[in-house]
């Protein structure tokens, strides 16, 4: 079964950075939409960031617009998040996902089993 693994998370200072990575072995990204989500406690998974197949169309939630950048790298098959300067409201747990028939916009309907997801702390 396929498992999604994320890393890169920590606890960092307010205006700091981090590089999250989500990887999928035994699954390929490479004509996937994948997506970068996060939950705060209580609350449902957001989108924060998504990336097409090729790597060419991506969507940034406006909260993160500007700040957060998603990439691809199809020879490492791995998906990243760069998030610079970093806000105490950006404190969450982030998870990936991925959805073969995305086709663009704001929503990604997640069709993979989610990961442990990665825990993002922001001290102010």
């Known amino acids: 079964q396929v498992q999604l693994v994320e890393s890169g998370g920590g606890l960092v200072q307010a205006g700091g950075s981090l590089r999250l990575s989500c990887g999928a072995p035994?699954?390929?990204?490479?004509?996937?939409?994948v997506g970068w989500f996060r939950q705060y406690p209580g609350k449902e998974r957001e989108v924060v960031a998504i990336i097409n197949g090729s790597g060419r169309t991506t969507y940034s939630a406006d909260s993160v617009k500007g700040r957060f950048a998603i990439s691809i790298d199809d020879a490492k098959n791995t998906v990243y998040l760069q998030m610079n300067n970093l806000k105490p409201e950006d404190t969450a747990v982030y998870y990936c996902n991925a959805n073969p028939y995305y086709d663009g916009g704001p929503m990604l309907e997640p069709t993979v089993p989610w990961g442990q997801g990665t825990q993002v702390t922001v001290s102010s």
């Open positions: 035994g699954m390929s990204f490479r004509s996937d939409g």
